[in-house]
């Protein structure tokens, strides 16, 4: 806890020193940053411990757990920090301050786990002579798990191909609840005359838009747009040739399609005014009250968004198998890997595909689910690659068992950390979903589907995919 205090306490000097603005994403991606720091000391402990069973003193068990933790620590980060790097060039406004924050946060993280943990249990270990690192109910949590998963390999190719193939068939037949940077769309700020009520805004909108349902794309969003009194209004209604005609006829020939949005968005908001405004002044931006400002997003500029969220995650992807088969050194690993964050991508999205309907938040698909997207991704390769570290250090001190046994025993014996970091991270995302607004509601809940769908594909698809590559490719060398 002391070393996630200073932590964060770093994380906000390296903003403020950056000149970085904190946006909603940015703040979650501190409170992720936070849920994956504590990722480096879970494995830091459960090596420790191991020493510790192992016979060894608390002082040299404290100096070879940090020794031995390292690679997977530096390996998992860095995979995550890749995906940072890969939203930061090619997402937009908060998808970049979720990138920022994300990066500083697990450089800051890796500092305050490596050195600062180090510092207080080796001060502790000097002063009192002994250190516990469990309780009697945690003591042999998993510790004498004896499964052979790859054996099991078969039902689980089984049921993630039938979700997969599920997820495609939702993508094809119900599509995805996509918000306007995928569609095009209009945003407004308001400016209200006293404390803005986001929630009162939005039921307005709703009845107001209610009678257009039939008739045109009537979904929108409102977000708090820095001070308390403005709020953001984002839509995708687009009036048709005929309301247009309507209104140049009632109102005058300068009416034109914003105005007529603009005009809605007066009628749901002139109720939360403390005096009353009329619309000509709340619609233009000069009064310095009511619509401030407006933007159109184009269809050329929605599809642009498109193609580099496509080619964000595709270099996601090719990155971080690259740096896989270079660190293993063998290519088959990187394959494993990749094929299981291709997986948890197309799982996350088949969900959105079949859940955004009947869900009672907004399961809309933006920049900041393309950014879940890749922090999906960077946190699954995270566990990945603790496994696959332990099961190149098996290989190392078992050269004569099988691949089969060292590939299980690994699993079992990194199977205590793989629970505790999904449940500390899973902690953090349930704080955020509860508490942090409607806005980011469904952005973290991707992050829930990604944490529990990896965790599982790490043990469950990219080792078994791993195995079966390597075992085939060794049968045709031989």
């Not at 820095?226 to 109102?251: C, H, N, W, Y």
């Not at 068992?401 to 990194?414: L, P």
Request: hydrophobic letters at 45%.
């Amino acid at each position: 806890n002391l070393a996630l205090i200073c932590n964060v306490l770093l994380l906000f000097g390296v903003l403020v020193s950056f000149g970085a603005v904190l946006t909603l994403p940015g703040i979650a991606g501190i409170v992720l940053t936070m849920g994956m720091a504590v990722d480096a000391n879970v494995i830091i402990f459960e090596r420790i411990k191991e020493e510790l069973r192992a016979g060894k003193g608390l002082t040299l068990a404290i100096k070879d757990g940090f020794s031995n933790a390292y690679s997977a620590i530096i390996d998992g980060n860095l995979t995550t920090i890749i995906t940072g790097i890969v939203l930061f060039f090619f997402g937009t406004g908060p998808v970049k301050g979720f990138a920022t924050t994300l990066v500083a946060g697990i450089i800051t993280s890796l500092f305050c786990s490596i050195f600062i943990t180090r510092v207080l249990l080796e001060s502790r270990a000097a002063r009192k002579g002994s250190i516990s690192f469990s309780n009697k109910l945690t003591e042999n949590f998993l510790q004498n798990v004896k499964f052979s998963f790859i054996s099991k390999r078969k039902v689980s190719y089984s049921v993630s191909g039938t979700l997969v193939v599920l997820s495609i068939i939702s993508f094809c037949t119900l599509g995805l609840n996509k918000g306007i940077d995928f569609t095009g769309g209009r945003t407004y700020v308001v400016k209200f005359d006293q404390a803005a009520d986001e929630e009162q805004l939005r039921e307005n909108l709703e009845a107001q838009f209610a009678e257009l349902e039939d008739a045109a794309n009537t979904s929108f969003e409102v977000k708090r747009f820095g001070s308390e009194d403005q709020l953001r209004v984002v839509t995708q209604f687009e009036p048709t040739a005929e309301m247009i005609a309507e209104a140049k006829a009632e109102v005058g020939d300068e009416v034109d399609a914003n105005y007529i949005v603009a005009n809605y968005i007066y009628e749901a908001s002139k109720s939360l005014f403390t005096e009353p405004i009329d619309r000509e002044t709340f619609i233009n931006p000069d009064n310095g009250k009511g619509i401030t400002s407006s933007e159109q997003v184009g269809s050329a500029i929605s599809g642009e968004m498109t193609l580099n969220s496509l080619i964000a995650v595709v270099i996601s992807l090719v990155a971080i198998g690259l740096y896989i088969a270079v660190r293993f050194r063998r290519w088959q690993w990187a394959l494993g890997a990749t094929a299981a964050l291709a997986h948890n991508a197309l799982l996350v999205i088949g969900l959105f595909s079949m859940l955004y309907a009947v869900m009672p938040f907004n399961l809309e698909v933006n920049q900041a689910f393309i950014a879940a997207i890749l922090t999906i991704i960077g946190y699954s390769i995270n566990d990945t690659v603790v496994i696959f570290d332990r099961i190149r250090e098996y290989i190392g001190l078992y050269p004569k068992r099988d691949m089969k046994s060292n590939i299980d025993n690994a699993i079992c014996a990194t199977l205590s950390r793989t629970i505790n970091t999904s449940g500390t991270t899973l902690v953090t995302l349930l704080s955020i979903f509860i508490f942090g607004g409607e806005t980011i509601r469904g952005f973290v809940f991707a992050l829930i589907l990604g944490v529990v769908i990896g965790t599982y594909s790490s043990v469950f698809v990219a080792t078994p995919i791993a195995y079966d590559i390597l075992r085939r490719t060794d049968e045709k060398t031989k």
